[in-house]
């Protein structure tokens, strides 16, 4: 179980989570909500790049907030970002082998089996400038399965996909805990992305929750429809 306990964050006057909580226990869980929401702040807070005023973030015992970031990596935290964080001048396997502490030729065997896993095999020598975007797209996943993660959080992994690229992504965000073991978080503007692959999901507005549960209901929760059309809270 993933565990968020009333993290608050302020920018100057800006609250951009307030006192937000929930907990995680599905495979793979969303969180939703509309632009400037707290949806990123929030991941931030969970990798380490952003300190909130309160709060606590815990998984299997370990907190995760007294954790330096490198550390918190190396516990099993992974995260992709809004953008792809690829290296172009280097191959498409170097790039996942970039996330391993050891020596490459260790990891070479693990970083091709996730390769494998996201469909980039038969390109793991080939220099990353050479993929297209959805291919990049994979291969910052990929970058995200290997050393054994425990968490993985995507940052909107559907943003600006075609719909079959979509439904394909949705298969592979299906299969990362079956092959890794870890949880899944993932934010997406993609409600019926969200909708196929998450168990659970957490609504934010405002930096406020304004539902968390079963995905389907919160979807047909009043107050989350609300939101979406920017109306003010029913
Ligand atoms: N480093 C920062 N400094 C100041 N304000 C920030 C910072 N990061 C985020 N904010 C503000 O905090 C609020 C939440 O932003 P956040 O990026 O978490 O939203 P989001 O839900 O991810 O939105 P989007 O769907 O557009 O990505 C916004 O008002 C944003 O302007
Ligand atoms: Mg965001």
Known sequence: MFDVSDVTVRFGGVVALDSVSAQF????????????AGKTTLMNVISGFVRPVAGRVAMEGQDL?????HRRARWGLRR????????????????????????????????LRMLDLVGLAGRADESAARLNTFERRLAD??????????LIMFDEPGGGLPMEETALLGDLLLAIHA?????????DHDVELIRRVCTDT?????GRRIAFGPTDAVLSDPKVKAAYLGTEEV
Do not use: M, Y
């Open 25 to 36: 226990t599905a495979p793979v869980s969303g969180i939703i909500g509309p632009n400037g």
């Open 65 to 69: 907030l007294r954790l330096a970031p």
């Open 80 to 111: 992709s970002f809004q953008k792809e964080e690829i290296a172009e001048d280097l191959t498409v396997c170097d790039n996942v082998l970039v996330q391993l502490d050891h020596a490459r030729g260790q990891g070479r065997p693990e970083a």
């Open 141 to 150: 996943i990929a970058k995200c399965l290997v050393g054994q993660p425990k």
């Open 179 to 187: 092959e890794t073991g870890a949880q899944v978080l993932v934010i």
């Open 202 to 206: 957490l609504v934010l507005d405002f």
